[in-house]
C-alpha cells in the first residue's frame, strides 16, 4: 500500500505521527512524507531572518537547505521517502511576527491553490495530514488543500501545538463525519527521528532531552472518514481500529 503525510513544515509529520508512520513502513508499505513549505528565499530580512539568527544560524546559512537535510536524516531513521515542494514558509509570504501565524490566514495567502495543484499531481492509497490544531497559518493551508482533494485520509493532531494546549480546537476545513482510530506505533523510532531536526530542539522543546521526555509517552490518535476507514478495513496486523 502506497501512505503519503502531507505535512506543513519540515518536521511536522514526524512530531506528530513519526511513530505511526515507522509502523506503516516496517509493516511493509510504501510510506512517503511530501513537506509542502521548503523553499529556500536568499536575502531573507525582518522576522524571516529571525527565524533562523534566534536559532543561532547566522543571515549567510540557507535555513531551509539545513532544515532539508535534517529531513533527510529523519525520513530515514522511520524508514520513508521525503519530499520537498518548493513553496514559501509563511515568513515569506508576508506573516511578519510570531503572533501573526496564529492570528488566521491573510485574505491575500491563496498558497493554498499552488498547494492543491501539487497534490493533485500525487496518488496514494492512503494519505495523513494535519487537523490544524494549535492554528498556525500553513498548518490551516495544508489542511483546505488536503480536505479539498476527496482522498482517504487520517487526520493527526499537530505536535507540539497539542501539547501545549490539549483542548485546541482543529481548523475550520476539518471534514465532518470523522471516527477517531489508532494504528500500531513506534515510539521510540520517532523520537530518534525527531532527534535529526537539530535546529529545531531547543525552541520547541528546550532540548533533545525535552523532547524525548515530551514525546515519549505522546499517543498518536487520528481522525478518519469512511474512506480511510474503508482503507484501513484491509489493513492486517496494525494493532489499531477504531477508538
Known sequence: MKVLAVSPHLDDAAFSVGGTLAALADAGHDVTVVTCFTRSVPDATGFALACQTDKGLGPEVDYLAVRRAEDRAAMAVLGATPVHLDLAEAPHRGYESAAELFAGVHADDDVWRPLTGLLDALSADLWLAPQGLGGHVDHLQVLRAVAGLDHPVLWWRDSPYVLRDPTAVPGPDLPAGLAPV????????????????????????????????????????????????????????QGGGAA
Open 182 to 237: 489508532e494504528l500500531a506505533q513506534e515510539r521510540e523510532r520517532r523520537s530518534d527521528a525527531c532527534a535529526c531536526y537539530v535546529t529545531q530542539l531547543g525552541f520547541q522543546f528546550g532540548g533533545p532531552e525535552g523532547m524525548r521526555t515530551a514525546l515519549a509517552t505522546l499517543p498518536e490518535p487520528l481522525l478518519a472518514g469512511p474512506a480511510a476507514l474503508a482503507v484501513l478495513a484491509h489493513l492486517p496486523g
